[in-house]
């Protein structure tokens, strides 16, 4: 009986997760159109609202094509390999008091983990094309990646030393009791966090691996119809769990006044999160490799170290 | 059966089916994927055992980092050349079947005889207690491992940089 809610439970999640994934392209379309002063898509449905399906209803039906040159068995594996852990990181996030997945008392290390296995999908997915674009694409990917996640982690431990807990409920109830959410005392730490995931998720301005004018597509640039389509998926899912992570983490989890239920104000900050990321993505142009990597390695992490330090004097001192 | 039996049964047949696989395989590209399913598999077993933390290590260290080493020597050099001969020599065969069976030998012998309580206490190896653990039992070896690591990273930096200044 506990299997079958959990597996109704994981259901419920994918089917809200698709329909999120379908609507947070049309609002990045969207938001970068009128940005740009355009009208952005406009004429499936009313507002637009049916352009993604259109757009994966024609990936879904395009033909299957495997080049003849690549690792099959690999190429096959890859999409899968790259979407199934940004989904089960989905496992451990909580959406308000009473609706939430596992309550693992180590979930954000269980998310950090098994998000690290992302990288997989895009290196075996960029090295079976047998392609030098999608080779080159997947090496920045990777590279990009790892040099990232060490940020990220960082800006998170902050928080970890000030409730003395990894468990996210946990977390969130801490933010109830003090009044005020982790975006305040933690603020070295968001920043650090929100720079480092939009170069985890691989978005513009460090869109490298998939940086359209110089490697075409990137590491998927053999990839077509629904393996494509699989990508995709993969990188909005990852998005979706990375800004509930940062709602859980800094922006208080589903907290608010009581008007609305928690869920809807947990919906309404990843909403919010995943704007700031649209609206960089039409502000700022590519940074360059070398310029990514020293950016990591010389200034976000010695910022989330000295985060971590002036949060462990200031717990030790205050007791 | 109870699920967690049918879980663990699961959990073992992939551990083991890809470990053989890792073997079996011809190309180099498929083997770290099999590998890379064989230590998710172990990691699901710790997961069975309530070692949750442990388990979320095994995936970092070894899914996470070790098979991406593999991935990229493997992408860094010359995979399609790489063999290991043909036929190894008779007497190759009949001493590393010799080593491999002491070895499974001894650790039969010692899971065998291992003196495990009757009564098994629920334990959860939860991050404070392995956090206490480790610093407070084990703090000499844990700073002794650090020295270690710090060393190996040193050791790389200065390889790589005489590498870079030729």
């Known amino acids: 009986m506990d299997y079958l809610m959990m597996f109704i439970y994981a259901v419920t999640v994918m089917g809200v997760l698709l329909g999120g994934v379908t609507f947070a392209i049309l609002a990045e379309r969207k938001v970068i159109g009128a940005i740009q002063l355009r009208n952005g898509p406009n004429r499936h449905g009313p507002w637009g609202l049916f352009q993604t399906i259109a757009d994966v209803l024609k990936l ?216 700031i990321w649209f609206w960089l993505t039409a502000t700022l142009p590519r940074a360059r490799v070398d310029q990514l990597m020293n950016f990591g390695w010389k200034v976000l992490i010695p910022i989330a170290l000295l985060n971590i330090v002036i949060t462990a004097i200031i717990k030790v001192w205050m007791g | 059966m109870t699920a967690q039996m049918t879980f663990f049964i699961i959990l073992a047949l992939i551990a083991i089916v890809s470990s053989v696989l890792v073997m079996a395989l011809r190309t180099i590209s498929h083997r770290v994927v099999s590998m890379a399913f064989s230590f998710f598999a172990i990691a699901g077993l710790y997961f069975l055992l309530g070692a949750e933390f442990i388990g979320i290590i095994q995936i970092m260290v070894y899914v996470g980092a070790i098979t991406i080493l593999f991935v990229f020597g493997m992408m860094m050099t010359e995979h399609r050349n790489i063999g290991f001969g043909p036929d190894p020599r008779k007497i190759q065969q009949v001493v590393s079947f010799l080593g491999v069976a002491t070895l499974l030998g001894i650790m039969l012998y010692g899971i065998f005889s291992m003196d495990l309580p009757t009564t098994p206490q629920p334990y959860v190896g939860s991050v404070e207690a392995i956090g206490l653990e480790l610093y407070g039992h084990y703090f000499i070896a844990f700073l002794g491992s650090a020295f270690l690591l710090t060393s190996a990273l040193i050791g790389a930096v200065v390889i790589a940089r005489k590498e870079a200044d030729e």
């Not at chain 1, 008091?97 to 008392?105: E, H, M, T, V």
């Not at chain 1, 982690?153 to 933010?175: A, K």
């Open chain 1, 60 to 275: 879904l039906l395009k033909e299957d094509v495997i080049p003849a040159k690549a690792d099959k068995p690999i190429f096959v594996l890859a999409p899968v390999l790259a979407f199934a852990p940004a989904f089960s990181v989905m496992a451990v996030l909580v959406y308000s008091s009473s609706i939430g997945g596992a309550d693992l008392n180590i979930g954000v290390l269980y998310f950090l983990g098994v998000s690290s296995i992302t990288m997989l999908g895009v290196l075996m997915g960029g090295w079976s094309s047998n392609n030098k674009y999608s080779l080159l694409g997947s090496i920045r990917g990777v590279a990009q990646m790892v040099s990232y996640e060490l940020p990220l982690v960082l800006s998170i431990i902050g928080i970890i030393i000030m409730v003395g807990s990894l468990n996210l409920t946990d977390i969130v109830n801490y933010q109830a009791s003090m009044g005020v959410w982790f975006i305040v005392p933690q603020f070295l730490g968001f920043v650090v966090y929100m720079i480092s995931s939009i170069a985890e998720l691989n978005r513009s301005p460090f869109d490298l691996p998939e940086a359209e004018s110089e490697l075409v597509g990137g590491f998927f640039t053999e990839y077509s119809g629904f393996r494509f389509a699989m990508f995709m998926l993969a990188e909005y899912t990852y998005a979706i769990a990375i800004a509930g992570l940062a709602t859980i983490l800094f922006l208080g989890g589903w907290l608010g006044p009581a008007f609305l239920p928690g869920i809807v104000w947990f919906m309404l900050k990843v909403v919010g999160v995943m704007f």
